[in-house]
C-alpha cells in the first residue's frame, strides 16, 4: 500500500509518539511564575527602602553595616594634644600610655615629717603600659612628671622628705607589661585646678586631677 506525500507528513505530526514527545508550558503557568517573580522584588526593594528609611529617622544603623561584607568604620583619631580626664588612659607616641587611677589631696604622712603651714602633700596614682608588641623595653623616670595648678607654680615629683613602698622610680617597661605606682607632690595649700604634666622628648601630655 502507498502514500502520497502529504498524507505522510500529516501522519507524523499528527500521530508521534505520545509518551516521548515534548509538552508546551501551559501559558497560565508562566503567567503566574512571572508575577510571583515581580511579587518578590517589588517585596524586596520596599523592605530595603523601608529599613533606610527607618534608619534616617531613629539614626540606628543602616543595612549596609549589617551584612558580612561590609567595611568596619574608621577609628577615630586621638588628639595627642587634647587633656586626658582622670582615670582614662592617654597615649604617647614612643608606645606609652599612662592612666591616673587616683588623686588623694591632701596625704597624710606619718613621722617625723613637718610641712609649713600654706603647704601640703597630694599622692597621684598612676598606671604606665608598654603598648608595643615587641623590641626594647622603654625607660620611665619621676623627672619627666610635674604637677602644675592655677597658681602657675610647677611642682617636682617625690621630694626626699618622703618615702613610701611603691613610689614611682627609674624603671623600664617591656611590651605587653605595665606597671603601677605612685607619685608624691608638695604643693600650696590654696593652689587649684591641679593637671599633672607628662613629658617624653618633645612631647608632653597633660592629664587632669581636679576640676
Do not use: H
Amino acid at each position: 500500500m502507498s502514500f502520497s506525500r502529504e498524507s505522510r507528513y500529516r501522519n507524523i505530526v499528527s500521530t508521534g509518539d505520545g509518551s516521548g514527545g515534548r509538552r508546551g508550558v501551559p501559558p497560565t503557568l508562566l503567567v503566574g511564575c512571572i508575577a510571583l517573580l515581580l511579587v518578590f522584588c517589588c517585596g524586596g526593594v520596599g523592605l530595603i527602602t523601608g529599613y533606610q528609611t527607618e534608619r534616617v529617622k531613629t539614626g540606628k544603623p543602616g543595612l549596609e553595616a549589617l551584612l558580612p561584607c561590609s567595611q568596619p568604620p574608621a577609628t577615630p583619631t586621638l588628639d595627642r594634644n587634647a587633656q586626658v580626664p582622670l582615670r582614662q588612659p592617654g597615649a604617647m607616641d614612643n608606645g606609652l600610655e599612662l592612666t591616673v587611677i587616683n588623686v588623694q589631696r591632701p596625704l597624710k604622712v606619718q613621722g617625723g615629717v613637718t610641712l609649713p603651714a600654706d603647704q601640703q602633700f597630694i599622692l597621684v596614682t598612676v598606671q604606665i603600659t608598654n603598648t608595643k608588641p615587641s623590641g626594647a623595653a622603654i625607660p620611665v623616670s619621676p623627672t619627666n612628671f610635674q604637677v602644675k595648678g592655677d597658681g602657675g607654680l610647677a611642682y617636682e615629683a617625690n621630694p626626699k622628705t618622703v618615702t613610701i613602698p611603691n613610689l614611682l622610680t627609674e624603671v623600664s617597661i617591656a611590651p605587653r607589661k605595665k606597671i603601677e605606682a605612685e607619685l608624691i607632690y608638695q604643693i600650696a595649700v590654696d593652689d587649684s585646678g591641679l593637671r599633672l604634666l607628662w613629658k617624653v622628648g618633645t612631647q608632653t601630655r597633660t592629664f587632669i586631677l581636679e576640676k
